[in-house]
T-cell receptor, first 114, second 112 residues
């Protein structure tokens, strides 16, 4: 079974802390994504990566950065967490051009910033 | 206007009912259509995937795409309490495989 694993399911952090959210996929997918999901706002794309060390900004990149040093791992970094970054964070991956154009999601990381 | 519109519900039905969930969209270039099921506090899981027009059936689930009306549907037959979840539609165009457009999700409650 295709798997996207988000190691931290629930985190509570203080304002100003640096936060790392890790995501690992075991499907050899080229593309990986970070979304946040908020009630009433749906899923919004923060960043995505189409290859190792390659990244592109999504719709709401402000306050976030990403790192993709290995194909299977995509990290989301909150440099200085703020309360408005309290949210559900979803990592997803997608195979390259061949095959079905679908996203496979992880279980999510629920972040609370106090 | 949003690219994808989906009624947020909630939709409450008795067990065994046929459920119809729908999304409309505005971009005629969309070719890839997905339905995801999301249980509370979990990530979305892919339920159905359709390329272009037509119907697709998988067990109790049927996905329909009507590109002329820019309308997609998910039907659930013999609904079960375990189907209670939020259902998200998603779609993308062929010219940008990394750009996905999501509906806001419909919350479904199947009562025993």
């Amino acid at each position: 079974d295709v798997k996207v694993t988000q190691s931290s399911r629930y985190l509570v952090k203080r304002t100003g802390e640096k936060v790392f959210l890790e995501c690992v996929q075991d499907m050899d997918h080229e593309n990986m994504f970070w979304y946040r999901q908020d009630p009433g706002l749906g899923l919004r794309l923060i960043y995505f990566s189409y290859d190792v060390k390659m990244k592109e900004k999504g719709d709401i990149p402000e306050g976030y950065s990403v790192s993709r040093e290995k194909k299977e791992r995509f990290s989301l970094i909150l440099e200085s967490a703020s309360t408005n970054q309290t949210s559900m964070y979803l990592c997803a991956s997608r195979k390259g051009a061949a095959g079905a154009n679908v996203l496979t999601f992880g279980a999510g990381s629920r972040l609370t910033v106090l | 206007q949003k690219e994808v519109e989906q009624d947020p519900g909630p939709l409450s039905v008795p067990e065994g009912a046929i459920v119809s969930l729908n999304c409309t969209y505005s971009n005629s270039a969309f070719q890839y259509f997905m339905w995801y099921r999301q249980y509370s506090r979990k990530g979305p899981e892919l339920l159905m995937y359709t390329y272009s027009s037509g119907n697709k059936e998988d067990g109790r689930f049927t996905a329909q795409v009507d590109k002329s009306s820019k309308y997609i549907s998910l039907f659930i037959r013999d609904s079960q309490p375990s189907d209670s979840a939020t259902y998200l539609c998603a779609m993308s165009a062929g010219y940008n495989f990394n750009k996905f457009y999501f509906g806001s999700g419909t919350k479904l409650n199947v009562k025993p």
